[in-house]
């Protein structure tokens, strides 16, 4: 079922960014494994599945790599992949917003609230399953 586009003005404008993001070619949309080293203090990617049995990575669902323009996905992600791009999406949309401009406290946010998150909740529910399949279509087809 489609959503009157009257209806629900700002949810159609962040589902058309995402989708525009996601039709641009400029992002590539990768399978990697994702860790976060608590050592390093980085993300990493890799090929293979990590055993980590002194617990220094964290895993992740998904990354965005701003420097190469490519969003990670992690193949055995343990939530919804689609939800997991629309997620990095919305990073990309607010990178900006969030690095420069975004104060918990104005926002009526704790401060180790993210608010990507805050706003993936405010709007992935409300997308149609249509609209949740068009997200999933651009994920590749094999992690």
């Not at 404008?13 to 990768?30: C, H, T």
């Not at 990617?45 to 701003?66: H, S």
């Not at 193949?75 to 990073?91: D, M, V």
Request: net charge neutral.
């Amino acid at each position: 079922m489609e959503r009157n586009p009257a209806s629900d003005s700002l949810l159609n404008w962040v589902y058309r960014m995402v989708i525009d993001i996601l039709k641009s070619g400029f992002w590539k949309i990768k399978f990697r494994y994702l860790y976060y080293d608590k050592k390093r203090k980085a993300w990493i990617t890799l090929t293979r599945a990590v055993i980590d049995p002194g617990e220094r990575y964290k895993l992740m669902d998904a990354c965005v790599d701003f420097d190469s323009n490519v969003i990670f996905i992690h193949p055995e992600s343990q939530g919804e992949r689609e939800l997991c791009l629309f997620h990095e999406c919305l990073e990309i949309l607010f990178a900006e917003w969030k690095d420069e401009y975004y104060v918990p406290a104005r926002w009526g946010l704790d401060k180790n609230v993210d608010p990507i998150l805050v706003m993936e909740a405010a709007t992935w529910d409300k997308l149609t399953p249509r609209e949740k399949a068009t997200i999933k279509s651009y994920l590749p087809k094999r992690p």
